[in-house]
């Protein structure tokens, strides 16, 4: 009879502890639920915001590109001219600008790096102001000599986000570098124009 009774009680001992194992799986099967679901919506939230980020300044450039910058007197200058590239080229480099700046912006902003160091913030939006005013200025208004005032000052911006987005995020601060030289290029355009 002792033994049936030390049978007995281990075996209700064995049921407790798989009932406890499997409440506890359970448990951590809901919390991992939970943690799998506040991931998901992390990532839907930092996708939006990268969106926005990317797209916000590609479509401002592309407004000012098609509806307040652009004349004739451009067409005309580059096909007199060998050096002087095409606009659509000067455009896509600009678009492309843009498009690589947001991205970098984005990245500091994950970083907490506009809080950090808030300099970062008022160089990318005086280097994004900056290129939303130059193509007015240099192909609207027809101003060359201003539209190189203004891409000199865009560029010195640019310098400033390369060395304020590298000290925060060398990947963001590697994503200007293509800017650079792209503001390089459209200033020696800028330059032809002005003297031309």
Not at 12 to 25: H, K, N
Request: net charge positive; charged share 20%; proline share 4%.
């Amino acid at each position: 009879m002792d033994s049936q009774d030390i049978r007995h009680r281990g075996g209700e001992d064995r049921d407790a502890a798989t009932t406890a194992m499997a409440e506890t799986e359970r448990k951590n099967a809901d919390d991992n639920k939970g943690k799998r679901d506040q991931k998901r919506a992390m990532a839907k939230r930092g996708l939006k915001s990268l969106t926005v980020a990317v797209a916000a300044p590609v479509l401002v450039t592309l407004f000012a590109t098609y509806f307040l910058g652009t004349s004739d007197s451009y067409g005309n200058r580059a096909r007199s001219s060998s050096w002087i590239p095409p606009l659509w080229l000067l455009h896509t480099t600009c678009l492309a600008s843009s498009g690589l700046m947001g991205l970098a912006a984005w990245l500091v902003w994950v970083d907490g790096g506009f809080h950090k160091k808030p300099n970062a913030l008022y160089l990318y939006l005086a280097q994004f102001m900056l290129c939303f005013l130059w193509d007015p200025v240099t192909f609207r208004l027809g101003y060359g000599i201003a539209g190189l005032a203004v891409w000199l000052g865009q560029s010195a911006a640019l310098v400033g986000c390369y060395k304020a987005f590298n000290e925060i995020s060398p990947v963001a601060g590697n994503l200007v570098k293509p800017c650079l030289a792209s503001a390089a290029f459209v200033a020696a355009v800028n330059v032809k124009l002005a003297m031309g």
